[in-house]
């Protein structure tokens, strides 16, 4: 029984953007890891500085929502970071 012959795929190549569209360069994004990060930091801050001060600090009224608070950073930072390309 002869043997078929395998054929070759043609390359990918991705079809041209519409006239309407607007395409961002690579660098488009290179505020993401700056304002993760500092979100993190901020988060961790808050949360230190809460412990340090034995819960005077940084906001007195909230009590320990104020952990609360630093994990919302530290959450907002992870929701950033979905950004990253």
Not at 21 to 37: H, Y
Not at 38 to 64: E, H, S
Not at 69 to 84: D, K, N, R, Y
């Amino acid at each position: 029984m002869p043997k078929s012959r395998i054929r070759k795929k043609a390359d990918y190549t991705p079809p041209p953007p519409k006239s309407g569209e607007f395409k961002l360069s690579g660098s488009g994004r290179s505020w993401v890891a700056p304002l993760m990060l500092a979100l993190f930091v901020i988060g961790l801050a808050w949360i230190v500085v809460f412990y340090v001060t034995t819960g005077d600090l940084p906001i007195d009224a909230i009590g320990n929502w104020n952990i609360v608070v630093g994990f919302g950073f530290i959450l907002a930072g992870f929701v950033v970071s979905t950004q990253w390309k």
